[in-house]
Each structure stands twice: as structure tokens, then as C-alpha cells.
């Protein structure tokens, strides 16, 4: 480890602090649990973090924990230091050999020693219509700083310049005028005496409108003498296509520039001359990094598919798949830990997984599961959990232990189901994907039942009786509809079959509830005129003579569409406009009844309840975002009093399930992780 590191005595664990279980309970990564819970499915470690960065030793990161600029071990996932003396929250880039540190925004940047914390180099641009967005870059010798560059509308006749500062001296060494006329960006060599741009060009039109050729500098690289502010040479990608990615080596003798889509180019800065046309998987290229000898080239694609390829001969090294599914974006930086082998970080909404490449080996903890769950149902038997998250199911025992996984599959199914809220029948029999359509799928294999709509409008929500036997689902109406009318579609799951269709009233459906008997639904309707101000309607609808049995009206305003019918056939918990807490409603003549429990908080999820209907969970969130905390309270329903309140969760619950001998509730977070909770045992203070 650096010597600029301090070391704590025994490390940080990357949770918040939350009260230790009264037995001194842990979770299979020796973790403390929450007071109350039993097991957790998933790790905290690597999760709640931000301004996360890897260091350019690809042993470490660096991330803020609870306010702190850390160093972590991502093999433990555990804080071993801070990060230079101070807070630090703004870290952008770290020199090669960790002594030095860029930072900043919108405002300047700054250069600072990390072990110092000493300020080396102050950079606030005087035009900021002048200077790019992007990122600015430090040289791997800490000495230089490269700034991309945008044009100037009231002075377009000056084209476009990148800036390179030098740290030591803090000032200008030189702007190098760049082809593109609208912005470029802007990559160092280890000393920062060579450099790569490449930018956004608007090409004049030719007679069909089409950018002429011949005038199109989008896919122009420019290689320069910084130093001397001179171009030494340029070159552009084939097929025309726009640049992605650019990368130079460390010794500014080689370049390379993708499109993104497969294919890299690594020219020779010198001359400009393609040296090697590098074929690598779709959206390789997306992101580039020389090792720091120069000898191989990491091409990666956003969503985290990693190649190395060897400089010198153009041969392929190997390809590295991620080990969880990402969105665009998903993958964060490339570190190389030797000339052969590199280390990929990806993250997403404060989780980070860290893997090799070219050997896949994943090394942080709970690394395979990176997205937060969207569902969560117990087996019929009440001896596994499952849970899903972008269209992957995964099977858990009672302690905490992965057991099982599948996909989501059928014809049609797209590769990336997305992350949106996953329905599951009572008893872990069928799960509702709301993406591309709606689906339903058979568990625990994930196989494709039956799809409900044969258009694309996603589903608003969907809701079962409590057998399963009987599935609602709001339809929205379509963008070419004029009508505002949403459908509300009723089918029996065991056949299957669509048993009924009805045409709603107009307006913005959603909060769909069904009676545990399969009788009733209920949902808002907000109806929102031409003219005058919008309506809002709390619906109960018959669904055995298919109509409305009635309406309230309610105060217009910002409605969280949740409802959740009771096990009594009669009641229904749902959020007010404007209010915390929740209401309850008349299953069958929609009339407004009493608050129910006094709650002043907001609520995140539909509530739950037991099979036996004498509980029900309500998840509340303490603050807005994903960013607040989780609290759920047990109820006893007849009484509307809480029996338990439970606290652990860093970020919101998204999901619950009760086990069906209602002796476990299962949370699911937005942290990514699943707690168990013992409901037979009451909690002490």
C-alpha cells in the first residue's frame, strides 16, 4: 500500500451505523444485524457509497463514507484509511502514484497533495463558455491538467481550443486550436507532453442534407506536441463514424479511438498512420486505457464487457463478460494491476462490483448482485425467498445463502428486462414483469406463462387475489390514444385466459388493488380537463358485474398511487393526496373512511399483509429520494396498533412479504439488500 496512506487500526465497515442485534446476530459476511432481523440476503459492503473512483494501483478505491474520502479494499470491502486528511468528496482523479489528487466542478478545480492535503494548483476559468463539461484529466505524473473545450457563441470565428495547465507552475502552458468547430476533449500522455483530442463537429450539408463528407471533422483524432502547441498528425475512424473513446499511451507514441461499437483503431501519433484496426464484441470501445508500460490496451463497453488486446501484435488477450447486467454507463474505470491482467469497477446507485480481467474472477464481496431487488415472495412452503432484480431470480434459504438462480425467460424476452417493480402471486407461483408489455412467468424456473397485452404499453400495476388465481392488470392507453382511457384487464392465471376487458373512465390510473376473494379492485383516477384544475377519484370497481360500484373524490394533489387491499374482503389501506400515511377506503362503495394508525410519515410501498390477515407491514421512508431511511412497523390490524417498528435498511423498502405461517417478514431495499425479521420475538429497548 502507498506510504501516503494512513492505515486504520482495524478498518471501517462500509455501513451506516445502525443499533447491533440485541444476540449479536450476523449476517454470512460477519456483519452485524439489525435489531430484529435474522438473516440478510445480499451485503452492505460496497454498497451506500459515492464519489466512488478506482485508484490507479487497481488494489484500492476510493469513495466518501459517511462523509469521509476513504481508501477500501475491495476484496474485503472494508475502509483501511482515509484518503489524504480531509473530507475530500469531490475527487475527479489520482496521479499514478497516488501522491496526487484533482478535484472540482462547476466553479474551478484544484490539485492538492493527498497526504499533505497542501492545495498545489487552483484552476477557475475566467470563460467558462469556452471551456467543456468534461471531466478534466491529470496527467499520470500529477504535473499537468488537460481541459476540453466548447465554442463560444459570441466568438464562433475563434473555433474551438483545449487547454493544458501545468500543475507545478499553475499556469497556462499552452491551447491547442482543435478541427471541430462545437467541442472537443482532450487525453495526456504520462508527462503531459503529448496529447490526443477529438471532438463534436457540425458539418456543413450537402443537396440531400445529408453532412458532407469531405467537411466532417466528427471523426477526426488530432495528435499534438503540447509543448510546442503543434499538430503532429491526426487520423480518423473508418466508416466515418463519430468518436466514443480516445486513449493515449504513456509515452504518447500510440493512440487509440472507437466509435463504441466494436471496433478500435491505434494509430501511430507521429505519423497518424493506423497501426492495428482491433475487432472486439458489440460496444467495445465505448471506454479505452493503455496499461502503464504501453504494451496492452483495455477496450471496454459501457456495459461492462472488458477486452485486452496486445499493442504491438493487435492480438486479442482476452474478453472479460461483467458479472451482474448494468445499465448504459454502467461500467465506471479500468485499472491495470499488471502488463497482462486488469481490475474493472462498475457501479451503480452507491453499489460497486469489482472484477479481473481477462479471468472474470469476481473480488469484491456480494458481487454478483448489484441492482436494488424488485420483488420479494416466499416459497409455498415458507422455506425460500426469492427475489428478483433486472430480470434475474434468485433463490435464498432462511440464513442468508444464494441457493438457486434463473432468468426470466420466453420468446421475445428481451437480454435486459430493465429494473422496473416485479409482481409475484402469494406462494412464489407466478412473477409479473412490466417491461416491453406485461408478462407473466412461472417460478422458481422463470419460464414465460402468458403475455397480457399485445402492445406495448407498459402496465401501471398489477394485482392478484390471494390464491393467484385471479390477476388484474391497468393498462394505459397508448401515445396515439386520444381518449385517456386506461383498461383494466382481468385474467385467470390457471388456464390461462383473459377473462374480462373494460374500458375505463378517462383519466391517469394507477394504485391497483385486488380483494383477497378476486371480487373487487380498486385504483386512483386522476382526470385532468382541457380546462380547469385536474380531479382525483378513489375507484372501487366490481369486478364480477364488471362496473364501477363507486367514487370518492379526494383532494386533488400529488397522489403516491398505493392501495392494498385487506384480507377482510372489505377495507382498503391507501395513500391521500397531499397526506402522509395512509386511509382506509370502502372495498365496495369507495367511501372515504377513517386514517388509519395516526401515521405522519411517508409511505414507500404498497402494505402487506399476513395470510392469516391479522398483521399487515407498512414500510415508511424518514425523507425524499432513494437516499432515505427505512423504517416498517407491524401492525396488528384489528387493533391498528403497531405491535413492532423495525430499523436497518440504508435506503428505502421497496417490496415486503410475509412468510405464509407469518412468522417472517421479508424487506426488500433499495440498498440492494433483503432482511429477515423474526415477528415472534419482541424487541427490547
Given amino acids: 500500500m502507498p506510504a501516503t496512506f494512513r492505515l486504520s487500526a482495524v478498518g471501517l465497515l462500509l455501513t451506516a451505523s445502525f443499533a447491533v442485534a440485541q444476540d449479536a446476530a450476523k449476517d454470512q459476511f460477519g456483519d452485524p444485524l439489525p435489531a430484529g432481523a435474522v438473516a440478510r440476503l445480499g451485503t452492505e459492503r460496497l454498497r451506500n457509497l459515492s464519489g466512488l473512483q478506482q485508484h490507479p494501483d487497481g488494489k484500492h478505491l476510493f469513495a466518501v463514507v459517511n462523509g469521509t474520502g476513504s481508501l477500501i479494499d475491495p476484496t474485503t470491502g472494508l475502509a483501511v484509511g482515509k484518503f489524504g486528511k480531509g473530507s475530500r468528496q469531490y475527487l475527479t482523479a489520482i496521479s499514478a502514484d497516488g501522491k496526487r489528487a484533482l478535484g472540482g466542478g462547476f466553479n474551478g478545480y484544484e490539485v492538492w497533495e493527498v497526504e499533505s492535503d497542501k492545495v498545489v494548483c487552483s484552476y477557475k476559468p475566467e470563460d467558462r463558455g469556452g471551456m467543456s463539461y468534461d471531466t478534466p484529466v491529470l496527467s499520470a505524473d500529477g504535473k499537468f491538467l488537460g481541459f476540453g473545450g466548447v465554442v463560444n457563441d459570441k466568438a464562433k470565428d475563434k473555433g474551438v481550443s483545449v487547454t493544458v495547465w501545468s500543475v507545478d507552475e499553475n499556469k497556462l502552458v499552452n491551447r491547442l486550436k482543435v478541427a471541430q468547430n462545437q467541442s472537443a476533449t482532450i487525453r495526456l500522455s504520462a508527462d503531459g507532453k503529448r496529447a490526443v483530442t477529438w471532438g463534436y463537429h457540425q458539418a456543413e450539408r450537402t443537396k440531400s442534407g445529408e453532412p458532407d463528407p469531405a467537411k466532417d471533422e466528427g471523426n477526426r483524432i488530432q495528435f499534438w506536441d503540447v509543448t510546442a502547441g503543434k499538430e503532429l498528425a491526426s487520423g480518423r475512424l473508418t466508416r466515418r463514424s463519430n468518436v466514443a473513446a480516445t486513449a493515449i499511451s504513456p509515452a504518447g507514441d500510440r493512440a487509440a479511438a472507437s466509435g463504441g461499437g466494436g471496433v478500435v483503431v491505434v494509430f501511430d501519433t507521429a505519423t497518424g498512420k493506423v497501426v492495428h484496426e482491433l475487432l472486439g464484441q458489440t460496444g467495445v470501445g465505448a471506454k479505452l486505457v493503455f496499461s502503464p508500460d504501453g504494451k496492452t490496451l483495455a477496450a471496454a463497453a459501457n456495459e461492462g464487457v472488458v477486452q485486452l488486446f496486445d499493442v504491438a501484435t493487435g492480438r486479442s488477450l482476452g474478453t472479460a463478460p461483467p458479472p451482474v447486467q448494468g445499465g448504459y454507463g454502467f461500467l465506471t474505470s479500468i485499472a491495470f494491476t499488471a502488463p497482462d491482467r486488469a481490475v474493472a469497477l462498475a457501479g451503480q446507485s452507491g453499489a460497486a462490483v469489482v472484477w479481473e480481467v481477462p479471468s472474470g474472477k469476481v473480488l469484491s464481496p456480494g458481487g454478483d448482485r448489484l441492482d436494488p431487488p424488485t420483488g420479494v415472495t416466499f416459497a409455498a412452503d415458507g422455506k425460500q425467498v426469492t427475489t428478483v432484480a433486472r430480470g434475474v431470480l434468485t433463490q435464498w434459504d432462511l440464513s442468508g445463502k444464494a441457493v438457486g438462480g434463473s432468468k426470466l425467460t420466453g420468446p ?62 391497468l393498462i394505459p392507453p397508448g401515445y396515439t390514444d386520444k381518449t385517456q382511457r386506461s383498461r383494466l384487464v382481468v385474467c385467470e392465471t390457471a388456464t390461462p385466459r383473459k377473462t374480462a376487458e373494460y374500458t375505463l373512465e378517462p383519466g391517469d390510473t394507477s394504485g391497483l388493488s385486488v380483494t383477497p376473494d378476486g371480487k373487487r379492485a380498486a385504483y386512483y383516477r386522476v382526470q385532468r380537463p382541457d380546462k380547469g384544475e385536474a380531479k382525483t377519484y378513489f375507484t372501487a370497481f366490481d369486478l364480477t358485474a364488471g362496473k364501477v360500484a363507486g367514487e370518492t373524490e379526494v383532494k386533488s394533489g400529488y397522489v403516491s398511487p398505493i392501495t392494498a387491499a385487506a384480507a377482510d374482503n372489505k377495507s382498503v389501506l391507501a395513500t391521500t393526496p397531499g397526506q402522509p400515511g395512509l386511509t382506509l377506503f370502502d372495498a365496495a362503495t369507495g367511501k372515504k373512511g377513517a386514517e388509519f394508525g395516526a401515521v405522519k410519515l411517508g409511505v414507500s410501498t404498497p402494505p402487506v399483509f399476513s395470510a392469516d390477515g391479522k398483521q399487515v407491514a407498512i414500510a415508511f421512508q424518514n425523507g425524499y429520494g432513494s437516499e432515505a431511511a427505512a423504517q416498517i412497523r407491524v401492525y396488528d390490524w384489528e387493533k391498528a396498533k403497531t405491535r413492532t417498528t423495525y430499523k436497518g435498511h440504508l435506503r428505502q423498502v421497496r417490496a415486503m412479504a410475509f412468510s405464509p405461517d407469518g412468522k417472517l417478514l421479508a424487506t426488500a431495499s433499495e440498498d440492494t439488500t433483503v432482511l429477515l425479521w423474526d415477528l415472534t420475538k419482541e424487541l427490547k429497548d
Avoid at 435486459?416 to 407461483?429: C, D, I, K, S
Avoid at 407466478?430 to 397485452?453: H, I, S, T, W
Fill in 412 to 473: 421475445g424476452v428481451q437480454q435486459e428486462l430493465g429494473n422496473r417493480p416485479t409482481t409475484f402471486a402469494a406462494g412464489g407461483r407466478f412473477a409479473v414483469q412490466k417491461e416491453f408489455g406485461l408478462a407473466v412467468y412461472d417460478l422458481p424456473g422463470g419460464v414465460q406463462r402468458f403475455r397480457v397485452n399485445d402492445d406495448l404499453a407498459n402496465a401501471r400495476e398489477v394485482a392478484f387475489s390471494a390464491d393467484g388465481a385471479v390477476m388484474a392488470a
